[in-house]
């Protein structure tokens, strides 16, 4: 098992341009979640998803589009990039059934806006 | 407001001695806490978990954690802590009744000297 997995590890953006992070888990979870880490600030949800074909909007949504069209990918638009959206995302899944099961996460992707 | 207080941004001990990352939580009903370790470049790992029952939990890595409802806190401990053991560590809480969401704190950085 890879476990969860994400694409690119680092990417350097301009202002203005666009990207998709992708997220995928082999594990055959149901929900699966977008964070984003700055110093200081612990993890922040931008946005998840309780299943295939749902998404839902997390703590710091502004500026990120999402979806879910398979169960075991879960990808993180970034429309028009913005310098505070400079960070270092991860992501991350959990098996469904209740509020005991911990969350598996990503390796991260790096991401500067210029 | 449900939140996560880690009081100490970095937490400095001598190999050999004891460690406690210290954590603090504000929510309504039944909390559900974890631990999660970070270390460099790395995505998060879990630690451990307190739902239900003893009070004391013990996790990965020879870690433990005491959870006092009335003070609120889940503290992170580690009777002998090794070099190995520095790293950034998070607490976490899920409100009863989230959709297995998490609220994270903004990090300790533990770091063990020789």
């Given amino acids: 098992n890879a476990g969860v997995t994400q694409t690119p590890k680092f990417r350097v953006l301009k202002t203005g341009q666009s990207m998709t992070l992708l997220c995928a888990q082999d594990m055959n979870h149901e929900y699966m979640y977008w964070y984003r880490q700055d110093p200081g600030m612990g993890l922040r949800l931008i946005h998840y998803s309780v299943g295939e074909g749902t998404t839902a909007k997390g703590e710091v949504p502004d500026g990120y589009n999402v979806s879910r069209l398979k169960k075991q990918n879960f990808l993180l638009g970034l429309e028009s990039a913005a310098p505070s959206q400079t960070s270092v995302y991860f992501c991350a899944s959990t098996q469904t059934g209740g509020v005991y099961n911990e969350q598996f996460f990503g390796p991260g992707t790096r991401l500067t806006v210029l | ?114």
């Fill in chain 2, 1 to 114: 407001a449900q939140s996560v207080a880690q009081p100490e941004d970095q937490v400095n001990v001598a190999e050999g001695n004891p460690l406690t990352v210290k954590c603090t939580y504000s929510v309504s009903g039944n909390p559900y806490l974890f631990w999660y370790v970070q270390y460099p470049n790395r995505g998060l790992q879990f630690l451990l978990k307190y739902i239900t029952g003893d009070n004391l939990v013990k996790g990965s890595y020879g870690f433990e954690a005491e959870f006092n409802k009335s003070q609120t806190s889940f503290h992170l401990k580690k009777p002998s802590a090794l070099v190995s053991d520095s790293a950034l560590y998070f607490c976490a809480v899920r409100p009863d009744g989230a959709t297995n969401k998490l609220i994270f704190g903004t990090g300790t950085l533990l770091a063990v000297q020789p």
